[in-house]
């Protein structure tokens, strides 16, 4: 059992950047794949990153890739999301999630959810 709680979310403008981080309870943490996603209002839960249980492996959705950049520290069980250069329509409320196994960008196949963070980018 993984719990997850987010935080790091907040109101940024357009260019600026955000650091998400997800802290993880449980010793099994360090054995999952760990998933960041998103939802806007009105849209359904859109896939961020994923990055595998040693930090070895990750993939990033094109909408992100070279903006955000995912790291995790098994020694202190969190995941981190760095956001840079945001823009408008990366605003939604996101959320960090594990699952037992490889990467993977299907939220259905994740175990554990957090309660999500709400970032706002003003334009």
């Known amino acids: 059992q993984v719990q997850l709680v987010e935080s790091g979310g907040g109101l940024v403008q357009a260019g600026g950047s955000l650091r998400l981080s997800c802290a993880a309870s449980?010793?099994?943490?360090?054995?999952?794949?760990m998933g960041w996603f998103r939802q806007a209002p009105g849209k359904e839960r859109e896939f961020v990153v994923s990055i595998n249980w040693n930090g070895g492996s990750t993939l990033y959705a094109d909408s992100v890739k070279g903006r955000f950049t995912v790291s995790r520290d098994n020694a202190k069980n969190t995941v981190a999301l760095q956001m840079n250069s945001l823009k408008p329509e990366d605003t939604a409320v996101y959320y960090c999630?594990?699952?037992?196994?490889?990467?993977?960008?299907?939220?259905?196949?994740?175990?554990?959810w957090g309660q999500g963070t709400q970032v706002t980018v003003s334009s």
């Open positions: 449980g010793r099994a943490f360090r054995y999952y794949a």
């Open positions: 999630a594990a699952r037992s196994g490889d990467i993977e960008t299907n939220p259905e196949r994740y175990n554990f």
